[in-house]
């Protein structure tokens, strides 16, 4: 399983790249869905639905 491109340009737009470790990449998209990730009515937005398709895919390293 990797990566698709919306996600890594999503991170790219964080200033991450695949490069980096995965706790770096975690705290960062993990501190973004909880700043931006929902809107007022505390629904995910797209961009949330993104950070969660990324954490969700860190999840599964090691597995």
Do not use: A, H
Not at 10 to 37: A, H, T
Not at 40 to 58: A, P, Q, W
């Amino acid at each position: 399983m990797f990566m698709n491109e919306i996600q890594v340009k999503f991170m790219q737009s964080l200033g991450l790249n695949l490069d980096m470790p995965y706790d770096v990449i975690e705290d960062k998209v993990s501190d973004f869905l909880e700043r931006n990730g929902f809107d007022e009515d505390y629904n995910i937005t797209e961009e949330g639905k993104v950070c969660e398709s990324i954490l969700d895919y860190i999840g599964t390293i090691g597995d």
